[in-house]
């Protein structure tokens, strides 16, 4: 029987080359994505576009509430998605244990697929000051998900597959063309508005515009 993956997929770059990648490995994949009161919902549009494109499994959209603390400018109205500027202080896009939140739902569910792999699309290269991308993080939750679940316990744990975690945007990006992933697809903007159209200013999106270009290769991103 083929292997069967979780794949995190918020509908950007990274999560998409992980479920191509994962989709190429042999993994029938099961997808799962997060409204979390994020301003950017229209990647969960995208997300649902790739995961038909990939025809996973199935794709689970869990609703969650940890955007009604406030505190980070992704889910708060009252703090403005700032410009990039390549400081390497944790900026205000950061998320309160966002990653913890959905790697642990993703634990849940991989347990009841019978999963034996979860693949989450973060970077320690590219990765903006976010202390939940580190390698030390993911080193300290596969040692936590080893002692949680029945699966670990009994010798056949999932494991955390972090595979885009040393790459930069632009190694990313020729992995997933290597791999026919359609950028145009994917949203990755932190304030990208209805229609999908990015900002061209977020951190998220210059480090995008930055892979394309040192990639060689065209830009789909639409901009507003």
């Given at each position: 029987?083929?292997?069967?993956?979780?794949?995190?997929?918020?509908?950007?770059?990274?999560?998409?080359?992980?479920?191509?990648?994962?989709?190429?490995?042999?993994?029938?994949?099961?997808?799962?994505?997060?409204?979390?009161?994020?301003r950017h919902r229209v990647e969960l549009m995208q997300a649902k576009k790739i995961a038909?494109?990939?025809q996973v499994l199935r794709h689970e959209v869990?609703?969650?509430?940890?955007?009604?603390?406030?505190?980070?400018?992704?889910?708060?109205?009252?703090i403005a998605v700032p410009d990039y500027t390549g400081d390497e202080a944790i900026p205000v896009t950061y998320v309160p244990a966002r990653n913890?939140?959905?790697?642990?739902?993703?634990?849940?569910?991989?347990?009841?697929?019978?999963?034996e792999a979860i693949f989450i699309g973060i970077s320690s290269v590219d990765y903006s000051g976010y202390p939940d991308c580190r390698p030390e993080?993911?080193?300290?939750f596969q040692a936590m998900a080893d002692l949680a679940?029945?699966?670990?316990?009994?010798?056949?744990?999932v494991k955390i597959e972090t595979?885009?975690?040393?790459?930069s945007k632009q190694q990313t990006i020729e992995l997933g063309l290597s791999l026919g992933?359609?950028?145009?697809?994917?949203?990755?903007?932190?304030?990208?508005?209805?229609?999908?159209?990015?900002?061209?200013r977020c951190d998220s999106c210059v480090l995008r515009r930055e892979g394309f270009l040192a990639a060689g290769v065209a830009d789909p991103t639409v901009y507003a």
């Open positions: 029987m083929k292997k069967t993956a979780v794949v995190l997929l918020s509908g950007g770059l990274d999560s998409t080359t992980c479920l191509a990648l994962a989709a190429s490995q042999g993994y029938r994949c099961v997808a799962l994505s997060f409204d979390y009161g994020q038909a494109a990939y869990v609703n969650l509430s940890i955007g009604q603390f406030g505190g980070s400018a992704l889910t708060d109205d009252a913890t939140v959905f790697s642990s739902i993703a634990l849940g569910l991989a347990e009841v697929v019978e999963a993080y993911i080193a300290a679940t029945k699966a670990g316990i009994e010798g056949q744990g595979p885009l975690s040393q790459l992933v359609d950028y145009g697809l994917t949203v990755s903007c932190y304030s990208a508005n209805e229609q999908g159209q990015a900002c061209g």
